[in-house]
Nanobody, 127 residues
Framework: QVQLVESGGGLVQAGGSLRLSCAVSGRSFSTYAMGWFRQAPGKEREFVAAISSSGGSPIYADSVKGRFTASRDNAKNTVYLQMNSLNPEDTAVYYC????????????????????WGQGTQVTVSS
């Protein structure tokens, strides 16, 4: 059973930064594509970023490109999301997700593409 546990959320002022972490249990972490999604109240869950099993060339939603950076440490079974220049529109519950990767990372940009999910961590950006 694969378990994902996010941490690092909190309250930050506009323009500030947060770093989210997602620890993944199990021995197959290096075979998983990892995704970050977010869901604001009353809105659908949306794609934020994805990173391939090898860690190369993360992809991002246009709304976060240039501000957010996804990375992973396969030795620690952990994926990260560094979020800079935060604004109130970034307020949401952030989720990490995992799926065994069998193709291009561009195949993994929808919630339905992932098998495993964390419980989410709240990020609130005040103006």
């Amino acid at each position: 059973q694969v378990q994902l546990v996010e941490s690092g959320g909190g309250l930050v002022q506009a323009g500030g930064s947060l770093r989210l972490s997602c620890a993944v249990s199990g021995r197959s972490f290096s075979t998983y594509a990892m995704g970050w999604f977010r869901q604001a109240p009353g809105k659908e869950r949306e794609f934020v970023a994805a990173i391939s099993s090898s860690g190369g060339s993360p992809i991002y939603a246009d709304s976060v490109k240039g501000r957010f950076t996804a990375s992973r440490d396969n030795a620690k079974n952990t994926v990260y999301l560094q979020m800079n220049s935060l604004n109130p529109e970034d307020t949401a519950v952030y989720y990490c997700a995992a799926v065994r990767q069998i193709g291009s990372i561009y195949m993994y940009t929808r919630p339905g593409d992932y098998n495993y999910w964390g419980q989410g961590t709240q990020v609130t950006v005040s103006s």
